[in-house]
């Protein structure tokens, strides 16, 4: 079987921060990538379980982008968050506008949205203080400096294309 593209990419030098790992057939998939690969603790899973609801319900309920959302949800390594949309032009500097945005919807928020039995299939596995301080923590490292070229990082595919060209 042929290896995924994004299992080629090599993940030692992947650093926090906003990623375009796909763009094709009209979507684009964002890589928001929360902790550093194989060198800081991942997330628990109610702290990731928690900023999927967090984040799916904002980017959903965003009136200037809600039409385009496809998809949020947890990488199952833990370290992030993919986020798929309809390619209307969005950018790494784009979506780090409405992450930011998303943020501080979520530090503002009081519980977790859909979290009883009726609408989560695991409700108890849950903790909005977790979301809320890597929430904090992701904020803080795009203001700081956007990582967003996975070309950068010098990665290639065996066929010579650049990982975000695949």
């Given at each position: 079987?042929?290896?995924?593209?994004?299992?080629?990419?090599?993940?030692?030098?992947?650093?926090?921060?906003?990623?375009?790992?796909?763009?094709?057939?009209?979507?684009?998939?964002?890589?928001?990538?929360?902790?550093?690969?194989?060198?800081?603790?991942?997330?628990?899973?109610?702290?990731?379980?928690?900023?999927?609801?967090?984040?799916?319900?904002?980017?959903?309920?965003?009136?200037?982008?809600?039409?385009?959302?496809?998809?949020?949800?947890?990488?199952?390594?833990?370290?992030?968050?993919?986020?798929?949309?309809?390619?209307?032009?969005?950018?790494?500097?784009?979506?780090?506008?409405?992450?930011?945005?998303a943020i501080n919807w979520i530090l503002e928020q009081t519980?977790?949205?859909?979290?009883?039995?009726?609408?989560?299939?695991?409700?108890?596995?849950?903790?909005?203080?977790?979301?809320?301080?890597?929430?904090?923590?992701?904020?803080?490292?795009?203001?700081?400096?956007?990582?967003?070229?996975?070309?950068?990082?010098?990665?290639?595919?065996?066929?010579?294309?650049?990982?975000?060209?695949?």
């Amino acid at each position: 079987m042929e290896a995924i593209a994004s299992f080629q990419i090599d993940h030692t030098n992947l650093k926090p921060g906003i990623y375009v790992s796909r763009r094709d057939k009209g979507f684009i998939t964002f890589d928001m990538r929360f902790t550093e690969p194989n060198v800081e603790p991942v997330m628990d899973q109610k702290t990731a379980h928690s900023l999927e609801h967090l984040l799916a319900t904002w980017f959903r309920n965003n009136d200037k982008i809600k039409g385009d959302v496809v998809y949020v949800g947890p990488m199952g390594c833990l370290t992030g968050f993919y986020i798929i949309m309809r390619d209307n032009g969005y950018t790494e500097f784009s979506m780090r506008n409405y992450m930011l945005g998303a943020i501080n919807w979520i530090l503002e928020q009081t519980e977790v949205p859909a979290t009883t039995p009726a609408t989560c299939g695991n409700y108890a596995l849950h903790s909005l203080e977790g979301a809320k301080e890597m929430a904090k923590l992701y904020a803080s490292r795009i203001a700081e400096h956007l990582y967003t070229e996975y070309t950068k990082l010098e990665t290639k595919l065996d066929n010579g294309m650049a990982f975000a060209d695949a």
